[in-house]
């Protein structure tokens, strides 16, 4: 089972919400949290896309590995 599928983050939050009633926080916040992991992976194929097509289109030039690792650093400094 791949927990970044699109169908199981679904059918999980189908799921959760057959305890809203008897489970409401718990349900709520699963709902919750696999909205964002829902989102954050449609993002991530976005992403992964565009870099695809740039790759394709020969625009970009390949990085070096401090180069991405800088990068790296400094979308998790933007992130918090």
Sequence with gaps: MN?????T??????????YITSHPNISKLWIETLELLKNKNENLIT?????????DNKEVNDLDINSIILLTIYKKSLEE
Excluded: A, G, P
């Design 47 to 55: 992403q992964s896309l565009h870099t695809l097509s740039l790759l």
């Design 9 to 18: 983050i679904d059918s999980l939050i189908n799921k959760f919400k057959n």
């Design 3 to 7: 927990v970044l599928d699109r169908e």
